[in-house]
């Protein structure tokens, strides 16, 4: 997407509130990268969230709570999201945002290495509705795999940064990142247990429905 055309679609579709608006600001201040999704990606999630009529929500990547706030925006009251976060300072300026956004009571943490975490949620048979994910690109291809094992029939996955700035469209960039996001990529493409597409805004955003 052109940059005029992606602040026309944010100047014209998607709202952010002053908590939104302030998460950059705070990452800045605390030394945390810059890598929350953009609006119209938050705003996307909210969207396909609500339409999937989604309860449970699984996020795996925090940050500081910016997509986890959309996410948690589109449920009903009786709502919840599971946020998967590798550490507990992010984890807890995320739900430092979520209080202000009085949305502090529809989501959990679980804080630590995200592999061991979708084990321990595979163990206690959860199941969701919505998955989003958002973490180190390297393993993508194990999320993605978990989120299958972990989504009820007819669930939404959701995969951002898959462009990765379009290295992936660059056959030369061969580094462990960009190589299994291709591969991620194929695979939601191919694999017979979902229908998917993938969408050209932010830094491309997968969108998967669970057969």
Known sequence: M????????????????????????G???????????????????????????????????????YSTIWLARALPEDGKVVSLELKQKHADFAMENLTKAGLDTRVSFMVGDAADSLSQLTQRNERFQFIFIDADKMNYLHYLEKAIELAEPGAIIAADNLFMGGKILDESYQGPSPVAVREFNRRIATDPRLESILLTIGDGLGICRVK
Do not use: C, N
């Open 2 to 25: 052109l940059v005029q055309e992606k602040e026309y679609v944010r100047s014209l579709f998607v709202q952010e509130d002053e908590v939104l608006k302030g998460i950059a600001a």
């Open 27 to 65: 990452l800045a201040e605390r030394d945390m990268p810059q890598i929350s999704v953009p609006p119209e990606v938050g705003k996307t999630l909210y969207l396909l969230t609500k339409i999937s009529g989604a309860k449970k929500v699984l996020e795996i990547g925090t940050l500081g709570g």
